[in-house]
């Protein structure tokens, strides 16, 4: 299958820059015979017994992190995993790829730490840290917003890292392909006598 079969168009103004401020008052698209717009604290109305919902927990982690080559060039990394307590995978966004050997300088609050281009695997490079790279990322890393939502990323978008992704399997058909949520308290639905709270 073609991943162009996945495109379609989502006009600029219909794609939310800012969470709501009701989590619970979310949009909700119900694709079953017809589509549907609701909120999101109804989707217990779609749900029902026999049902199956899969909870599948996430964490957004501040993997984003802004510094330059030792020429002086600047760059982005985006973690892709940690290797070790020195070593990380990474994305690199600069203006040329860095070549093996290469330096990358970090500076946050008057603090400067490195990181060596040791090479590559596939798009991505590894990088040999100075220091515990987890500690780095924790303390001075962004949390990365994706690419259609055009801001600086926020201490709110700090707030919400818990994320977690129902999928919900209607007895007869799908509800939605994919429903993807994040867990709070404000909106609970019952199923099978447990309690879920969820919004989009």
């Not at 009701?22 to 017994?49: M, Q, T």
């Not at 203006?95 to 400067?112: N, T, W």
């Not at 596939?122 to 994706?146: C, E, M, R, V």
């Amino acid at each position: 299958m073609k991943t162009e079969k996945f495109n379609y168009d989502l006009p600029e103004h219909l794609i939310a820059q800012y969470p709501s401020e009701h989590r619970a008052d979310s949009k909700l698209l119900v694709a079953l015979e017809s589509i549907k717009h609701e909120v999101f604290k109804d989707i217990g109305n779609y749900i029902s017994k026999g049902d199956l919902l899969i909870l599948n927990q996430t964490s957004v982690i501040p993997a984003r992190m802004y510094g330059e080559k030792i020429t002086g060039g600047k760059i982005e990394i985006l973690l892709e995993r940690f290797l070790s307590d020195h070593q990380t995978l990474t994305q690199v966004k600069s203006s040329r790829a860095p070549k093996a050997g290469a330096e990358l300088v970090f500076s946050f609050q008057d603090k400067r730490f490195s990181a060596t281009v040791k090479g590559r695997k596939d798009n991505f490079f590894i990088l040999d840290w100075s220091t515990n790279p987890q500690a780095l990322f924790q303390k001075y890393g962004q949390i990365p917003l994706p690419p259609y939502m055009h801001r600086a990323a926020e201490k709110l978008d700090e707030k919400d890292t818990k994320q977690s992704m129902l999928i919900l399997i209607n007895k007869n058909q799908w509800l939605h392909p994919r429903l993807v949520c994040t867990l709070i308290k404000s909106c609970s639905i019952h199923c099978s006598k447990r309690v879920w709270s969820l919004v989009m």
